[in-house]
């Protein structure tokens, strides 16, 4: 059964600070990773989609990274800001049932400025 | 595009009663998940849909939950009759094939079932 795990649950940092959210996932065989952005009281906006065949994704300040032997993937956002203070889900699905994603208990961040 | 669609975006009701959420995917994505996030659980995948056929409903909580798919524009999510540990947001969200299964997901219902 694949389970999915965020460290940490929650983050504090001061703004402009680069920093790195992490999940891992206890079955390797993943059809794609998907990292997720939720605001208070708000749906979910997808940030970054990696397939299980690449390495890594980027977009704007942030980079997402996929390692499947070891069961991981980072989420690294650079020069933090106030803005980007949200709870990160990430989720995965499975090669057998590539539509089903199976999603970790989310890193609530909060940038200080 | 205006994204996923869900109405309402609260739902306040009584226990015993029926309550029916809708949503409207993205036009021209042919998949329609149905989600449910509470503190205690997270978000837990209820039913999703392809091409309006039920793909899998192993998610769903009990008989009191249904969902349907008339049309590629509309699902909804019943409960009947509801209870207060069905208090919960639900979302629903939609993706292609063509988008690399990436899911887009609507505002969310916050439903209170007192």
């Known amino acids: 059964k694949q389970e999915v795990t965020q460290i940490p649950a929650a983050l504090s940092v001061p703004e402009g600070e680069n920093l790195v959210l992490n999940c891992s996932f206890t079955?390797?065989?993943?059809?794609?990773l998907q990292w997720f952005r939720q605001d208070p009281g708000k749906g979910l906006t997808s940030l970054l989609l990696i397939q299980s065949s690449q390495r890594e994704q980027t977009s704007g300040r942030l980079n997402a990274s996929l390692d499947k032997s070891s069961g991981r993937s980072t989420l690294y956002i650079a020069a933090s800001q106030p803005g980007d203070s949200a709870t990160y889900l990430c989720?995965?699905?499975?090669?057998?049932?590539?539509?089903?994603?199976?999603f970790g208990s989310g890193t609530r961040l909060l940038v200080r400025p | 595009d205006a994204g996923v669609i869900q109405s309402p975006r609260h739902e306040v009701t009584e226990m015993g009663q029926e309550v029916t959420l809708r949503c409207k995917p993205i036009s021209g994505h042919d998949y329609l998940f149905w989600y449910r996030q509470t503190m205690m659980r997270g978000l837990e995948l209820l039913i999703y849909?392809?091409?309006?056929?039920?793909?899998?409903d192993s998610g769903m909580p009990e008989d009191r939950f249904s969902a349907k798919m008339p049309n590629a524009s509309f699902s909804t999510l019943k409960i009947q009759p509801s209870e207060p540990r069905d208090s919960a947001v639900y979302f629903c969200?939609?993706?292609?094939?063509?988008?690399?299964?990436?899911?887009?997901f609507g505002p969310g219902t916050r439903l209170t079932v007192t």
């Open positions: 079955d390797s065989a993943i059809y794609n």
């Open positions: 989720a995965v699905s499975r090669v057998d049932s590539s539509y089903k994603l199976i």
């Open positions: 969200a939609s993706s292609s094939p063509g988008t690399g299964n990436e899911q887009y």
């Open positions: 849909f392809n091409n309006n056929v039920p793909i899998d």
